[in-house]
C-alpha cells in the first residue's frame, strides 16, 4: 500500500461522500480507491467510513484522522515546493472554473502571458456560468461573480465590475429609444433575461439616481444562463440588457451596442475568487488569484478598488 495514495484515497472519498466520485476526480477506479482505504483502514486498525447503500460518511475516528491528513498533505506539498529548484517556479496541476465571458474576454487572451511566468503549471479550466460544486468535482477554485450563497466557501474578493444598460440600434430603431428606466417594465420594450445558477430565476437590477431606486425586471421574452448568450442576444436585438462594462467595450466600439441611461447608476457586480475551506492554499493557487487580481485591474480599468 502506498500511504500518500491511500491518504488522498482517504480525503477524497470523505468530501464527497462517494468511493465513486472520489474515483472519477482521482482518475482511477472505484475498486482502486476502495481497496486503497480497506488498506488504510486495515493498518490503522480503525473504522474510518461509515458505508450504507446510499451514502458514505466518516466515522468519529474517520473525522479525526481527516483533519490530521488534510494537514500533512498541504505541509507535503509545501515541503516540495519549497525546494530551491521550485521555490521561484511552482508547478502542478490547477483545476479552475471560470464565466464563460470572463474566460473568453479576458482570461485566455492573457493565458500566454501567464505561462510564460509560470511554465510548470497546468491549468484545466472549465468554461461555464453554472453553480460549481468545487468538491464533488474537485475543483481548486472558481471566479465567481455576484454575492457568493455559500458561506462555509472561503473567498477572496477581487474585484468590483461596473456595469451599464445597452441595447442593439436594430432593437432601438423597432421600439424606440427608453426616456426612463421605468420604460422598460411597461410592456412596450423587451428585456433579455439571465438566470440565477441557484434560483433559476432571471436576476433584478438595482438603479439609482439621486434619491431614486429603482429594482429592474423588465418583460422578456427570452432568458438565457450563459453570459456569451447573453451577450449574443443583446447584439442580435432580442432586447434590452445589463452588462459588465467590460463585455460591452467591444460591441460599442463596432456599433453594435449603445448605451442606456447614463445618468443612472447600477450597484458594481463583485468579483471573487473562492475555493473550499478544507483546500489548502498551495504557491500555485496563491499565485494563480494574485493573478487574476492583477488581471482584473489591466483589463477594468474603470473598476473600484477591491474593499
Known sequence: ????????????????????????????????????????????RVKLLH??????????????????VVRLLADLDDAETSLSAASDAPRGRLRVDVPAPLASLVLVPALPAFHVRYPDIQLDLGVSDRKVDLIDENVDCVVRGGELTEPALRARHVADLPLGVYAAPDYLARAGTPAQPQALEDGHHRTIGYRSSRTGAPLAHVMRRGDEQLHMHGRHVLSVDDGNAYLAA??????????????????????????????????????YVAFPPSRHVSRKLRVFIDWIVELMAQHVPAIQPPR
Open 1 to 44: 500500500m502506498d500511504r500518500i495514495d491511500a491518504m488522498q484515497a482517504f480525503v477524497r472519498v470523505a468530501e464527497t461522500g462517494s468511493f465513486t466520485k472520489a474515483a472519477k476526480t482521482l482518475q482511477a477506479s472505484k475498486t482502486r480507491v476502495t481497496q486503497l482505504v480497506q488498506q488504510l483502514e486495515t493498518h490503522l
Open 51 to 68: 458505508r450504507t447503500t446510499r451514502k458514505v460518511s466518516v466515522t468519529a475516528d474517520g473525522a479525526a484522522y481527516y483533519e490530521r
Open 234 to 271: 443583446g447584439v442580435a436585438g432580442l432586447g434590452v440588457l445589463w452588462l459588465p462594462r467590460y463585455m460591452a467595450r467591444a460591441p460599442l466600439a463596432r456599433g453594435e451596442l449603445v448605451p442606456l441611461f447614463e445618468d443612472w447608476q447600477l450597484d458594481p457586480m463583485p468579483l
